[in-house]
């Protein structure tokens, strides 16, 4: 068992966490938020994933043929339609956001401080 | 009667489908109507569920036949147990009362509005009542991004939409926790059925299952609002429209919480075991800290909304430490305060919902003495104050009262008292701002103050009938929570906690086909002792609320009191600093100080 598979994604996520901490523009802010999201793609298809192994689909193969896991590669896809959801509603926002105070830089929008 | 359990989440996911499509064709009458029925169906179907599993035990649902062989699971299942199809019914009905207060109150909807309410409730009916893993979390997802439209729905309140960036950015980040957090439980285990990981984890508590549950549980504690992860929550709430604040306080923050306590029962209790000391520390530590920041930034409020939210997540402080005792009668307890506190939290926000309708603000400084027009709204704001404080009989003194024998019982009678001032300090809030409100009592405002977001009116101020149609949910929720406090159903929701933590059992059913079991009698459990701390909240409300609004006449000690309260109160006002990019770290590190306390204390 290696420790790649957790090492890689943590680190994605990390810098994910780092860009939406530090980010003076909403888009970018928007962006790091896929990108601590894709830890969470990365993570899961490394854990389904065999060495030698072909796709999980026995329509033109046997079923007796080493294969990945199907259900990781489901939550992968469960996963992004998630995240495609959450990116265009946030960009939504930050469009209308943009065009009513004309800024896009998150840490001067503080009408709701305290 | 297992085929209550998809109907009940298809209903209304159906009839959120006809409104969106039909929205635009047919009369607004039509569409609530439709909605009002759908909402009522699950909430029949969902009490018929919670009744038929206390008596005859879990009833199991597997999607497409797909049952369990020789002891493993493929398939996808709902496992029903009274408790959480009771909190569904509870989520269903808090959305039929916010369709009939939002009756008349968004003419303009084209259907969008309604249907995405829908959708958010039939998520959240699903959430609680699946039994696999990876199906909560996409319930969970399908809850958050049709709140966060809601949220930002107003798209012409630009606060609106900040306030859903703000609130879409930290659950969003909140909920790849608990996805990371699956996957690993997942690579370990190869299940994803609550009661397969459940078998397959017993006695296994290496660092793997630890970080994994500690992912999972912080996941869910951003949607429950613990501190430091609960600064979306004032501004969604500030800034969301008023039926769906209801639902917010009332049921979405304590799903994460619920989200926590089968996390840690279903799943995580055999293996964690011989860790529950230190887990029941850690969760308490981040209750009570929770409790404090809530209660004294919910002082310090002068927007009614946003006061009612920071004392969500002061009580949704107390209610984690009632689920981290790890006790069933304490974990009974937080079942009643959820639906105790949210008829009260329900009802608050709809009188908020009116005084914004009429006068167009939500700022007590703004509406000083105007109340007096609406004295049944006075009436009603007090009431849901004591309520807030656990004056008996209010249903929060019910749940309140269990939770607090399971305190003494654990021999932390000291962690009573903080939370007892810490609601107390909530329910004092409210009091004090309806003292401004009613009376024009208090010192005058501090211009330098920092002054809140503009509210913008919601609709046109409601006359006659539509003011009645507003008003009927606001007063019927807070009667409800009247009414509540006589229903003995104390030893009957702790036997329900007592099954909900039984995970043998569950495992037996889910996985061996064993026949569920009926709920035993619970053990008798006398409320009276705790009268007097529920009376003693109340007292102490209104000494907060006095100290709020009369301290100034004390001529010689006001400047010195002022001036300590100014200063101990810069540091929690600096930490809300209103922007999303501090939020996520806060989140990034009450996220790493949660794994790093888990891992040392449960090593």
Known sequence: MSWLPYVVPAWIFVVGLYGMATSRHLVHLILCLSVTQSATYVLILMIGYRAGATAPVFSDVLSTVRATDPVVQAVTLTDIVVGATVTALLLAFALRIYKTYGTTDPQELRTMQG | MSALAPLALAVPLVAAALTSILGAFV????????????????????????????????????????????????????????????????????????????????????????????????????????????????????????????????????????????????????????????????????????????????????????????????????????????????????????????????????????????????????????????????LLAFGLFTAIVGAVMCFAQRHLKRLLAFSTIAHSGLMLCAIALLDPIALGGFFLYVIGHGLVKGGLFFASGIVLNRYSTVDVEALRGKLRELPWLAVAFALGALALAGLPPFGTFTGAALIEDGLSRAHLDAVGIVLLLAVALTGGSVLNALGRMTFGWGPDPDPQAVTPGEEQPETDPARGVRLVVMAVPALALTALAFAAGFVPIESTAAAAAQRFTDRALQEAVMLSGAAPLALPAGPHISLSSSIVHGVAGALLAIVFAALGLFAHRIRPLWPALKRIYTVAMRVPHAWHSGIVTDYVAWLTVGGAAFGAAMLALVR
């Open chain 2, 27 to 282: 009369p607004r009458v039509v569409l609530t109507l439709l909605n009002l029925a759908a909402s009522i169906f699950a909430t029949v179907a969902c009490a018929l569920l919670a009744r038929d599993a206390a008596l005859h035990g879990t009833v199991v649902h597997w999607f497409g036949g797909w049952h369990p062989a020789h002891g493993v699971s493929l398939g996808i299942a709902f496992a029903v147990d009274s408790v959480s199809a009771a909190l569904a019914a509870f989520t269903a009905f808090l959305t039929t009362a916010a369709f009939v207060f939002a009756w008349t109150y968004y003419d303009k909807d084209d259907g969008a509005f309604t249907a995405l309410m829908q959708v958010f409730s039939g998520a959240l009916i699903g959430f609680f009542l699946t039994g696999d893993l990876f199906n909560l979390f996409v319930f969970f997802e399908l809850m958050s991004v049709s709140a966060y439209a809601l949220t930002g729905f107003r798209s012409e309140d630009t606060s609106a939409v900040q306030g859903a960036l703000s609130f879409a950015i930290v659950n969003s980040t909140g909920a790849f926790l608990v996805l990371t957090g699956v996957a690993m439980i997942y690579a370990r285990t190869g299940a994803l059925l609550m009661a397969q990981i459940a078998h397959a984890v017993a006695g296994q508590s290496d660092p793997l299952v630890v970080v994994a549950f500690a992912l999972i549980v912080a996941g869910f504690l951003v949607k429950a609002s613990a501190a430091p992860f609960h600064f979306w929550l004032s501004e969604a709430h500030a800034v969301a429209p008023t039926p769906l604040c209801v639902l917010f306080s009332g049921i979405m923050v304590q799903a994460g919480l619920y989200a926590v306590a089968r996390t840690y029962w279903s799943i995580f209790s055999a293996g964690l075991a011989p860790h529950a000391a230190g887990v029941r520390d850690v």
